[in-house]
Every structure is written in structure tokens, then in C-alpha cells.
């Protein structure tokens, strides 16, 4: 039986013409039973529309898997294993072809499953064809028909997904939204498994539209039973999205953890920030809030305020952090494979979150899969370029990463190979792929289907797309059939081989096929398709209530619309209830369906009838939709001035919702476009619209480092606009394109101007007395001054935010440039503060009086003010911004002279993840250097284990472009890796650091320290003095420098014990010269003891020791050497423990005690191989052999050293 023509011949019978199956099918779809006349026909289409998708269902592409692909499965099979069998590491897998060659369904057809039964996450997600925003979750109830039922999301209205996150926000909103699943599935199994199969009571499963309603589907629900093969197919439908419990539970059936502890871990890593990240994946909100709310998601919560212009920087950083802290949290329970479909339309700030992703070695186990098209003539050479830096950039990360891990933990060259970048191309499908696809499509064999095979080849040339569009075309037009009565498919190759010969090139199937749609269906589709891939219900509504220039007749209701589309596998609909294009051949053919002239007509036309009719509520929901309708502005033919300026504010208001979401070159092209927009003496007649444009514009090109452009819009600003207040916000740009330019001295001088201007001055000369005068004021007006503190009330005047905001960042270019400046500037900011109220910098103003104060001798004052510091960032909320730098402050120049440095350990930590959270990425980057400083110069941390979070740390700080504090940490971490026998040289190339002449000052500084860290524990004394001298730290130029860094003790202490053991190592003026050094620097650690610093007790014990060396006197240097022992072991200090078990012993070897020298010599190198000191054990077991002339066992036993991260 013929089941094609059969219907066929139902059709004519019912229409009385030659109208095809799939024509009627489409308009019934479309229009349904129009009236009771037409009912009786209504009933025939739905069998008819039974019988043509039973057809249809018989071409089951996605049950035997993929053909002709074993090679490149095989490749991805083993970088999964690869990743998962290593922790750490990374693998990256770029896969290219031309489109439709079937890339995403092999991605997910190799590693979806896979992943699962690792117990890991799969996260999929897809960049966008059309470089616009797509709108997700206006849920506008249909109410054009009885029984629809629109899913309710948990998208919340007007968000926006930007273009720089598109592809890696569908990827986390998908796997929460898978979690949420997870978790009704548990559920249900533990209620099942307790009560009656025949219950109804339970937990409702997630409102997703992927909701399995458990009964008859409903008339207007579109379900996509037949979906079509495409790049997308997998397990069960062509996007891999879990349709039914029954997919979602064999995705998640081998994760073993608790729903409650991921909702924990989560809530732990994101902290406030979970709020930033709502937007892009709306269902993280509803794993937040699940339960009873955590205090923190409650934060979050109220913190989701509208972000100000002055948040857009870090609020890009904060986006960055969030994102790779949601990674970090998931990978705790298993590896994350990511995969990003399209990556050739992601925008620079994803390629750059991509980088990241990769980079971050915090994230445990990782793979991430990039699928791209082939570039041709046709496409975009910046496209293509910008992709294959990026491709490039990844290979140096993996190699960077590969070159770290060969000298981790062991320093074995050997390891460090499961970092790996790996390229695959897909090529074209070969006839014999096809005939053995057909062959068990059909349930025949591969003779019976080769000569098709070999005709579908001809035809597509091996495309995976064009093979499926081209054989349901031949079911379509009657030369494939499926015979009821044989259970078989029929063809005839000859009529095929004619047929197909006439007909067009494959990539005109899905176009034609499209033009088989009523009429009321393509007028619109053009429009929907260059809104984006994905859209939702209520575009549809919009676009159909005011588009339309169809006949009133041919409009369809949006349902009817959807279901018409998905039907023919046009479209699906996506598990948060919106739907999308099957396949970009298919947006493209949509688009294509009319002159691209004529589409931009249409879209100038509606959005001109949008912009309107709607009201502003109404408008704002829809900003998106309007601002991208009119597209660039050149084609914009002259209307009137109301409609220009109404316009100019959508583009205003989308770019400042860009912003808002750190899509920063999508902002400035919406600003961009409201510039053009406005009419010639805009600055007269609409000064506020005006000045909020260029302001918002000079903001964004900072950010995105576009100066020039961002100069245009700050002198037209200042040209202008009216007060200086007005005019803070390209002020701010201006100042902080001088920072990011390290043209410390002009945004001084300019930040000096604008105070100024506001009545702010400082005095030229005579500023000590000035200085001494404030300090004065200050400590007498202390109890009162800080108690009143306590009780201020937060500042809310712009324009004294503004002052405080310019006076803490002439500090930072004080320090820099003038710091016979920086006192004064601090006590006008903690002055200001008193007088007017509380404020975000407040703190930061409080730890610098406190930085005073110490710098003078007033170690007690200093501490009260540090401590007020940090009891005002937890009652400051715009304080947690300030954070890092308060630590920072409090920490490395106030605390140590008082508090145990290791104290410190924690608060560092805890610093730089509050800054890299708050996008202050510089304070970040030096905590985590003082962290690890603490402990390397403590001995307290094994040095195999700082190596290893020396690694981490610096491939993050790399990641925030903090060049110079990499190159601060990487040298430090060569010392370390020095002592452990792991290269010798420690000279990291300054030479492309740009940076100005006072911080180059800084950078010198802390080379020649380095060089004498080195020197000193590998007792090379002389070599310390010689580089001290040539650095002028022997006449304490580093004290100058950086007055009350935390470090200065610890380097007059190596200076000092080198110098009085070359002491007693040389005679005559040589020997006085180095004692007169060694008494110097010596002193200066007395005076650090007698002042109350825990942190020199050892380290003026041990010089005490060697001082009495030098005069004979025998009694006090061993009691010293034990003093020094014994703080050292109490302390943890294990590396200064050893060093003085070594002077001990050569003490005692001097005066002949050998046994006793021999049993200290025996503990110095236990101690020096505890803490990981390889070079150094080994030249000590060498100089010992020669003094005692016994052969010394060398002993490799675990570090004794602790942990700081315990």
C-alpha cells in the first residue's frame, strides 16, 4: 500500500485540487476548523496529519548513533579520559567543519553520556547567528485560545542575555536547569519508595516547559515528536535537551551527591554574587532558594539592585569571577565538560571568559570543546582571525600550563603532559557512510541502498543537514514511500536520479520548503528569524499584533503559528519554554525569504509603529526588540524630532542594560547609535538626555580600552556641560584611562584640579607643618572623632561621594609620584569622613590614618584605627568593594607590628578572593603575593607545596592583566623553585612591563630583594652584601621606599646576619666594615623588639648569638642559639629553625664540640629537608662530610613544615 499517494489522493479529494499533503497539513495546522462547515474537513486533515507523521516517524535518525565519525569519537573519548583520570588537568578539544556537517552532534553523541557516567556535568550551550540580544521570559499569557498553557519559567521579565555570555549562559542555565530536575527525581524515588504506587501526593516537578504532563497532549502544547537530524541530535531529540523524566534520569542516573550539599557549595562560592548571575541563568535562583533561604542567597536578594555607572568596571571582573565561581562549585562534585557551539559569532569578552575558564586551576577537572564552522571566502576575515588568535592563545595557556606542572610538587620533568589542545576537522560524509545509515534506516542491506547513497552523495556532497533535508524531500514528494502492507521502504533510482537532476542545490531544500508555508506564516518569519535564533512567546505576540500586513484572515494565533513550525521541524521549543530555529541553515533560509532591502523596510517600519504605540512599561520590556529593529543607524531615513529623541533614550536605556551586564561592546554600539540619533543643538534643547549619552558612552570605551573614542565623548562633555559634578563621570573616565596608562603624575595633577574646583585644596609648601598639624588634631580629637564614627549615617550627596571617590584615588597616584602629598590628602579624607558621614572609602581612609600613625611611632593609635577599618567594612555594604585594599593596608603595614605575621595568613586568603570577587583585581593580586610571601619567608608552608600554589596564584593574577604583581609572584615563586633544585636562575624579564618611572622604581626594588632572599639562604653572604650595597638596601633605601612593609624586618635581618658572618670570616678593615653593617641593621631590630614586634624576637636572638661570636663570648651566644631554637619550633618556623641548628653547629665546630655540632648540624639538615630546601640539604650533607669526614644520610622524608592553608 501506498501510504503517500493514498493521502495524497485524500487530500485532493477534500480540497478539490492539487494542493500537496504537507500544504494542507500546514494550513490546518495554521488555521484549524474554521466554522462548523468546514469541521468534517478539519477531522480528515487530522488523520491525514496521523498518518503523514507515522510516515515520518519511521525515519529514525538518531537511534543508531553516527556514521562514519569512529576516528573523531575515538579522539574525544580520550581526551574525557584523559581529564577525568587527572586532576587539574586540561583539555581542549576545537572541532571545525562546514555547516551542517554534523559537529554538535558528534560533540554530544561522544561526551554527553560519558560525562554523565564519570558522575560529571555536561553543559552545552550555542553563540548566536545575529549579532543582537535575544530577549528570554516576557512569559505574556496567550490568551487567544482555550486551553493553552503557557509553562511559567523561572525567567523573570526584561532580561537580557548579552552576546558576550549568550553561548556559556544557555550552557549553566541548562545544567541548572537540569539539577532542578535531579532533584524531583530524588524526591520523587524517596516518596515512592515510602508510600503507595497509587499516591498522589509528592513534589511537582520543576515548571519547565520539559514537564512531562503525564496525560493526552494538549491541543496548542507543541511537543517535537519528530524532530529532524541535525548538528544538534543526540540521545533523544535534535538539541539534546531532556524532553521527559525519563532523558533527565539517564543523564543524571550516576550522580551520587546531595542536591542540598551543591545548593551549599554553591551558596558558599558565590556568596552575594549569585545575584549577578540571575540574569543569565534565571533557574540558579530557584536552586538558591529552595528550602528555607540561606542567609546569604537573602543578601543576594537585596543587593540586586540596579548597578549604578560607577559599578560597570567591576562589575565586569565581578561577572568573570562569578561565572568561574559557579564552575568551581560544580567541578567539587565531579569534572565539567563545556562545550560552545558557534564560537566563531562569540564576542572577544567570551573568548577571553573562555581563556579564563581554561586558565583557572581552581577548577579542578575541566574539558572544554569549541565548535566552529569552516571559514570560506564568503565569511568574515575578522571572524576568523579573531578566532584563531583565540585558538592560539589557548595552545600558550596549555603549554604555559604543561611547563608549570613539569616543576609541581616534585619537580619531575616527566609529568605534565595531560594538558593538551586538540584540533579536529569534520570532512564531508562518504557514499559508504550513507548507504550503511540508509541501510539500517531501512532494515535492508548495503547493496539494496548504495545506489541511493551514492545519489544522496552527488546531490549533498556528504552534508549532514542536506542529507536529512534532501531524503525527506524525496518523502515529501513522493519517491521515497513506506508500503504498510510490506513494512518497507520503496524507491525507484532511476526516477531519483531524473528527479533529483532537475531539482536545485541541496541548500535550497529548507528555503522551498519554507515557501510551502501560508502566507500568514512567511510574512512573519523573515522578521522573527532576524530577532535571533532563540525567541518566546511574547516576541511572537508583539511582532504579530503590530507586523502583520498580511490579510486579517491569513493571521494565525501565535499558537497555531508555533505548532505549524514545529511540526515541520522548523523550530523547538527549549526545556525554559522558549523556542528556537533548528538549525542556523534554517535562520539563514528564513531571513533569506525576502530582498534584504524589503526585510530592513519591514523592520524599520514595525519598529517605528512600536516605538509608537506601546506605553513606556510596554517599551521598556521590549527595549531590546524596538532598539534592534532599526539596526545601524545609517539606514535610518530622517523622522521627526520626537521620534529621534524617544529613540536616542531606547538606545540610552539598552546601553546602560549592556553595561549593567558587562556587555560593554554591545553597549557602546547602542550609545553609539543614540548619539546619531540626537538633533543638532542637542546640548541646548535636551541637555540631560545629552549629557547621560556621552557620559555613559566615555564610561564604556574606558572600559573597553578605546581611548580615543572615549576622549571624543569626555571633551564634548566637558565642552559642554555645567557644573564639575556634572561632568564627574567623564572626569572618572579620563582619570582612569591615566591609571590604566600609568600617567601616575597627570592624574594628579588633574585630580588636584577638580578637588580644587570644589574647594578641596592642599598646601605647596611648607607641608610637614601641615602634616604634623593634622596628626596633631587627630590624635587629640581621637576617642571623640571615633565615636562619632560609629554613629555617622551613610552619605548620600553625589557630589561629596565624588570627593571622597578623587581623594582615594590621589592617594594610590600619591604614593606613586609625591608622598610628601599623601599624608595630607589621607587626613582631609578621614576629616571629610567625621564631618560628613559614612561612605564606600571610608575604611580605606581610616587604615591609611592607621598607616600614619604607625609611619610616626603610634603603633597603638595605628592598631584602633586599622580595627575600625575592618569593623566599618561589614556595616559600609559599598565597602565590600574596598575590601582587599583594606586588608591589604591593615595587614602588610599596620598588624605585623604587633601581631604574629602567620596571623596575617588567613586575612590575605580571604582579601584577595573579596577582590577578585569586587573586580579590584589589584588589591587581589597582592594579597595572594603577601600570602604566599608569609609563607615562603616563615618557613611555615613545605616548599613543594608552595610551589604548587605558587602555580595557581600566578596563572590567575595573569588572568586579571596585573602584570606587574605577576612578575612580583613569579619571581618568588623562582626562589622557591631555586631552593628546591628547580632552575637557578630567578631573573624574570621586566622588559615589557609598561610602566611608569616611579613604579619602575618599585619593580628594581624588588629584584634586588629577591636577589638577596636567594643569596641569603644559599648562604651566599658575600655575594648579599655586594648586591645590598649596589642596591643601596645597605643604606635602607627600601625602607624609603615602601615605609612599613610588613617585609622590611625580614631583609634587615639578612642583611645584618650576613654582614656579622662575614665578620668573622675576614680581618682588619674588611672585618670592621662588615661588623659596622651588621650593628647597624642589627639595631634596627632592637628597636622593632623593644617596640613590641612579635616577628624579630628570632631574628634578634639569632643576630644576638652571632654578636657574641664576634666577642668571644661563649655563654650568651649558645643561650641565644637556644632562644632562637626554641622560638622557631614553638612558631612553626621550620626554615629559620634550621638555619639556626646550622650557626649553632658551626659555632660549636669552631670551639671543637663535635658531637654537639655534629647533633645540630644532623637537625639543620632535617629541618632544611622538611621544609623541601633540596639545594641546601645537599650542600650542607657535602660541607659536613668534609668537616666530621662521615658519610651523611640523605634522608628525602615528608615535610614537617604546616600548611597555612590548615
Not at 373 to 379: G, L
Not at 500 to 529: C, H, K, S, W, Y
Request: glycine share 6%; net charge negative.
Amino acid at each position: 500500500m501506498d501510504l503517500y499517494l493514498e493521502s495524497q489522493a485524500e487530500v485532493s479529494a477534500v480540497t478539490g485540487d492539487s494542493t500537496s499533503v504537507y500544504e494542507a497539513i500546514s494550513d490546518h495546522y495554521l488555521h484549524g476548523a474554521k466554522d462548523e462547515d468546514t469541521w468534517e474537513r478539519s477531522e480528515q486533515y487530522e488523520g491525514l496529519v496521523s498518518v503523514i507523521e507515522a510516515t515520518i516517524s519511521k525515519l529514525d535518525w538518531h537511534s543508531n548513533g553516527l556514521y562514519g565519525r569512529d576516528k573523531e569519537i575515538q579522539i574525544l573519548h580520550d581526551s574525557l579520559d584523559s581529564c577525568i583520570q587527572n586532576d587539574s588537568s586540561r583539555q581542549v578539544v576545537m572541532i571545525s567543519g562546514e555547516a551542517g556537517s554534523g559537529k554538535t552532534s558528534l560533540v554530544k553523541t561522544a561526551l554527553q553520556m560519558p560525562a554523565a557516567r564519570a558522575g560529571g556535568f555536561f553543559l552545552f550551550g550555542k553563540f548566536e547567528l545575529t549579532r543582537t540580544p535575544v530577549i528570554i521570559g516576557n512569559n505574556t499569557t496567550i490568551t487567544d485560545t482555550t486551553d493553552e498553557q503557557t509553562p511559567t519559567t523561572p525567567t523573570p521579565p526584561d532580561t537580557f542575555h548579552s552576546q558576550q555570555s549568550a553561548g556559556i549562559a544557555e550552557a549553566c542555565q541548562d545544567i541548572c536547569q537540569t539539577l532542578l530536575e535531579y532533584r524531583f527525581l530524588r524526591e520523587t524515588a524517596s516518596i515512592g519508595s515510602s508510600k503507595d504506587s497509587d499516591s498522589n501526593s509528592g513534589p511537582s516537578p520543576p515548571t519547565t516547559a520539559s514537564s512531562d504532563s503525564g496525560g493526552k497532549e494538549q491541543e496548542d502544547t507543541p511537543i517535537n515528536a519528530t524532530a529532524p537530524l541535525t548538528e544538534g541530535s543526540t540521545l533523544t531529540n535534535s538539541t539534546s535537551e531532556p524532553e521527559n523524566q525519563e532523558d533527565t534520569a539517564a543523564v543524571t542516573a550516576f550522580w551520587n551527591f546531595s542536591f542540598e550539599k551543591l545548593r551549599t557549595r554553591l551558596l558558599e562560592e558565590l556568596g552575594t554574587d549569585a545575584s549577578l548571575l540571575h540574569p543569565f541563568m534565571p533557574a540558579l535562583k530557584l536552586i538558591l532558594q529552595i528550602g528555607s533561604l540561606h542567609p546569604t542567597a537573602e543578601a543576594a536578594e537585596s543587593e540586586a539592585a540596579e548597578v549604578t555607572s560607577d559599578d560597570y568596571k567591576e562589575r565586569r571582573y565581578k561577572l568573570d569571577w562569578a561565572f568561574r565561581g559557579f564552575m568551581r562549585a560544580l567541578s567539587s562534585f565531579g569534572p565539567i565538560v563545556l562545550c560552545l557551539d558557534d564560537i566563531q559569532w562569540a564576542d572577544e569578552t567570551s573568548l577571553d571568559l573562555i581563556q579564563s575558564l581554561v586558565s583557572d586551576v581552581t577548577i579542578p577537572t575541566m574539558m572544554v570543546g569549541g565548535i566552529y564552522r569552516s571559514f570560506t571566502k564568503t565569511e568574515g576575515d575578522e571572524q576568523e582571525h579573531t578566532l584563531t588568535t583565540t585558538i592560539r592563545k589557548l595552545q600558550e595557556r596549555i603549554d604555559k600550563l604543561n611547563a608549570e606542572t613539569k616543576t609541581t610538587d616534585t619537580g619531575d620533568n616527566t609529568s605534565g603532559s595531560n594538558n593538551r589542545l586538540t584540533e579536529i576537522s569534520l570532512t564531508p560524509m562518504e557514499a559508504r557512510d550513507i548507504a550503511e545509515m540508509l541501510g539500517d534506516l531501512f532494515t535492508c542491506s548495503y547493496d539494496e541502498t548504495e545506489a541511493l547513497a551514492e545519489c544522496i552523495h552527488r546531490k549533498t556532497l556528504g552534508n549532514s543537514f542536506y542529507i536529512v533535508q534532501f531524503t525527506r524531500e524525496l518523502v515529501k514528494s513522493g519517491l521515497l514511500v513506506f508500503d504498510l502492507g510490506t513494512q518497507s521502504w520503496n524507491w525507484n533510482i532511476d526516477t531519483i536520479n531524473d528527479r533529483a537532476m532537475a531539482t536545485q542545490e541541496a541548500v535550497d531544500f529548507v528555503i522551498n520548503n519554507l515557501r510551502r508555508l501560508p502566507p500568514g506564516i512567511r510574512t512573519l518569519l523573515p522578521l522573527l528569524a532576524s530577532s535571533g535564533r532563540a525567541f518566546e512567546v511574547g516576541l511572537v505576540e508583539l511582532l504579530m499584533l503590530h507586523g502583520f500586513t498580511a490579510k486579517k484572515d491569513e493571521i494565525p494565533t501565535p499558537s497555531r503559528f508555533l505548532k505549524c513550525l514545529e511540526k515541520q521541524g522548523f523550530i523547538y521549543r527549549r526545556r525554559d519554554g522558549t523556542f528556537a530555529f533548528e538549525h542556523d541553515r534554517i535562520q539563514e533560509a528564513a531571513i533569506s525569504l525576502i530582498e534584504p532591502a524589503a526585510l530592513r523596510q519591514q523592520r524599520w517600519h514595525l519598529g517605528l509603529v512600536l516605538l509608537d504605540t506601546l506605553d513606556e512599561e510596554t517599551l521598556e520590556k521590549h527595549l531590546f526588540t524596538v532598539a534592534n529593529l532599526f539596526g545601524d543607524t545609517k539606514s535610518i531615513p530622517d523622522v521627526q524630532e520626537t521620534r529621534r529623541i524617544r529613540l536616542a533614550n531606547v538606545y540610552l536605556k539598552a546601553g546602560q542594560r549592556c553595561s549593567s551586564l558587562a556587555s560593554f561592546n554591545q553597549s557602546a554600539a547602542y550609545l553609539a547609535r543614540g548619539v546619531k540619533m540626537l538633533p543638532l543643538r542637542h546640548w541646548e534643547t535636551h541637555y540631560e538626555l545629552s549629557l547621560d549619552l556621552y557620559s555613559t558612552a566615555a564610561e564604556v570605551l574606558f572600559i573597553g580600552g578605546r581611548y580615543r573614542e572615549m576622549k571624543i565623548c569626555c571633551d564634548a562633555v566637558i565642552e559642554h556641560g555645567g557644573s564639575v559634578v556634572e561632568k564627574r563621570r567623564a572626569y572618572n573616565a579620563i582619570l582612569g584611562s591615566m591609571g590604566a596608562r600609568w600617567q601616575n603624575k597627570e592624574a594628579l595633577e588633574l585630580g588636584l584640579e577638580l578637588l580644587k574646583q570644589m574647594n578641596i585644596k592642599f598646601a605647596k609648601t611648607a607641608r610637614m607643618m601641615h602634616i604634623m598639624g593634622n596628626v596633631i588634631w587627630t590624635r587629640i580629637a581621637m576617642k571623640s572623632s571615633l565615636d562619632k564614627i560609629s554613629k555617622l549615617r551613610n552619605l548620600t550627596d553625589p557630589g561629596k561621594l565624588w570627593v571622597f571617590k578623587l581623594l582615594d584615588e590621589m592617594t594610590t597616584s600619591a604614593y606613586q609620584v609625591d608622598q610628601s602629598l599623601l599624608p595630607l590628602l589621607v587626613m582631609r579624607g578621614y576629616q571629610e569622613t567625621v564631618a560628613y558621614g559614612l561612605h564606600k572609602y571610608a575604611p580605606v581612609f581610616l587604615s591609611l590614618v592607621g598607616f600614619l600613625f604607625v609611619n610616626l611611632g603610634d603603633y597603638e593609635g595605628g592598631l584602633t584605627y586599622a580595627d575600625l577599618a575592618n569593623d566599618l567594612l561589614d556595616k559600609i555594604n559599598e565597602s565590600k568593594a574596598v575590601r582587599a585594599r583594606v586588608t591589604l593596608l591593615c595587614h602588610d603595614f599596620i598588624y605585623h607590628h604587633r601581631k604574629c605575621w602567620e596571623w596575617s595568613s588567613q586575612p590575605f586568603l580571604q582579601g584577595y578572593q573579596a577582590g577578585l570577587a569586587a573586580g579590584d583585581t589589584e588589591s587581589a593580586g597582592w594579597c595572594a603575593f603577601q600570602y604566599l610571601e608569609i609563607g615562603l619567608f616563615t618557613g611555615t608552608v613545605p616548599l613543594a607545596t608552595l610551589n604548587a600554589y605558587f602555580r595557581n596564584y600566578v596563572a590567575i593574577i595573569e588572568e586579571t592583566s596585573q602584570h606587574v604583581i605577576a612578575w612580583t609572584t613569579r619571581s618568588l615563586w623562582k626562589i622557591a623553585q631555586s631552593l628546591m633544585g628547580i632552575g637557578a636562575d630567578i631573573v624574570v624579564d621586566t622588559s615589557r612591563l609598561e610602566v611608569s618611572a616611579e613604579s619602575r622604581k618599585h619593580v628594581q626594588m624588588n629584584e634586588d630583594r629577591f636577589r638577596l632572599l636567594l643569596a641569603f639562604w644559599l648562604a651566599d653572604y658575600g655575594e648579599l652584601l655586594y648586591a645590598a650595597e649596589r642596591s643601596g638596601f645597605d643604606k635602607d633605601l627600601m625602607g624609603k621606599l615602601t615605609p612599613g612593609l610588613g617585609i622590611i624586618p625580614a631583609t634587615a635581618m639578612q642583611i645584618a646576619l650576613s654582614a656579622l658572618v662575614q665578620a668573622q670570616s675576614t680581618r682588619g678593615s674588611e672585618s670592621k666594615k662588615f661588623l659596622s653593617i651588621g650593628k647597624k641593621f642589627y639595631a634596627k631590630i632592637q628597636k622593632w623588639k623593644a617596640q613590641g614586634n612579635p616577628n624579630v624576637i628570632h631574628y634578634e636572638a639569632l643576630l644576638a648569638a652571632e654578636m657574641a661570636v664576634l666577642s668571644n663570648d661563649g655563654f650568651n651566644a649558645r643561650q641565644n642559639f637556644e632562644i632562637a631554637l626554641l622560638f622557631c619550633s614553638g612558631r612553626g618556623f621550620v626554615s629559620h629553625e634550621a638555619l639556626a641548628h646550622e650557626r649553632f653547629a658551626a659555632f660549636l665546630f669552631d670551639r671543637s664540640e663535635l658531637d654537639r655540632a655534629k647533633e645540630h648540624a644532623e637537625k639543620a639538615i632535617d629541618r632544611y629537608n622538611g621544609w623541601g630546601a633540596t639545594v641546601r640539604v645537599e650542600a650542607l650533607e657535602a660541607k659536613y662530610e668534609r668537616q666530621f669526614g662521615l658519610q651523611w644520610k640523605k634522608r628525602r622524608d615528608v615535610p614537617v613544615a604546616v600548611s597555612l592553608a590548615s
